[in-house]
């Protein structure tokens, strides 16, 4: 039987997951209404969004959290490596959104957010670094391209 305590995790987790996939729903609204009036690459929308999502999220997490903002070295490859996925997966489905209008939405759930199984990470760490890092990998995609 699961404690109360992993019952408000699960809880908490779900709440994350199905407010981020609200988001991501209206994200893809957005980006393709702007992919119409604005002739906007689709490499470098996302590398807008995931930019100025982790800024807005790196802002709130160091004004009310700071606490969060502590990683170890050792999870920083975890963190890069989630960042180079989420670049990787973000440049065809903000393509398929501009050419479509419809969002792929991944929800990597309970493997993306099982902080038990990477060092302990607090999830909105997790989203904040990953968001992050794939910033930085769009950013030098769209610098070789």
């Known amino acids: ?12 987790s779900y709440a994350m997951v199905f407010t981020s996939a609200l988001f991501l729903s209206i994200s893809g609204i ?11 690459p689709p490499m470098i929308l996302a590398f807008c969004c995931n930019f100025f999502f982790s800024v807005f ?4 997490l160091e004004l009310y959290y ?4 502590e990683i170890r070295r050792r999870d920083l ?9 989420l670049a990787v997966f973000d440049i065809p489905q903000t393509a398929s959104v501009a ?7 991944i929800l990597l759930g309970w493997w993306f957010l099982d902080t038990e ?8 760490t997790t989203l904040l670094f990953t968001f992050g890092f ?8 769209n610098l070789l391209e």
């Open 57 to 60: 999220l790196l802002f709130i």
């Open 1 to 12: 039987m699961r404690s109360q305590q992993e019952g408000n995790g699960a809880r908490s």
């Open 66 to 69: 700071p606490f969060l903002m």
């Open 134 to 141: 794939a910033s930085l990998f769009l950013l030098a995609f």
């Open 117 to 124: 199984r990477h060092g302990r990470l607090n999830p909105w």
């Open 99 to 105: 050419i479509n209008g419809t969002a792929i939405v």
């Open 30 to 40: 957005l980006v393709h209404h702007l992919t119409e009036i604005y002739p906007f």
């Open 77 to 85: 490859g975890y963190l890069m490596t989630y960042g180079f996925l």
